[in-house]
């Protein structure tokens, strides 16, 4: 059984921080790509940054500088530290797992941020 589960989420003000997390099980971890996406209510769900098994990272333009992803490949995790956080930031995050060979996908739950003025 394949599982996502993010943690981290809650309300903060604008230019606080949060540090999300997202533990994963039932997958070979080191053999996926993970990534950070988010949705905003009414909009499109998109990447907020992404990371190779090796370390490789690629970030939104949007969030770049205030967001920083890494994963722990022996402990299954990823994270995603943000600051300077803005309300246009408030969204569901969610966590991804996608095989490097593209042999499967999978999405955690998501976890509510929401940054207030």
């Known amino acids: 059984q394949v599982q996502l589960v993010e943690s981290g989420g809650g309300l903060v003000q604008a230019g606080g921080s949060l540090r999300l997390s997202c533990a994963a099980s039932?997958?070979?971890?080191?053999?996926?790509?993970m990534g950070w996406y988010r949705q905003a209510p009414g909009k499109q769900r998109e990447l907020v940054a992404s990371i190779t098994s090796g370390g490789s990272t690629n970030y939104a333009d949007s969030v770049k500088g205030r967001v920083t992803i890494s994963r722990d490949n022996a402990k299954n995790t990823v994270n995603l530290q943000m600051i300077v956080l803005k309300p246009e930031d408030t969204a569901v995050y969610y966590c991804?797992?996608?095989?490097?060979?593209?042999?499967?996908?999978?999405w955690g739950q998501g976890t509510q941020v929401t940054v207030s003025s």
């Open positions: 039932g997958i070979i971890f080191s053999t996926y790509t």
């Open positions: 991804k797992a996608d095989h490097w060979w593209g042999l499967d996908r999978y």
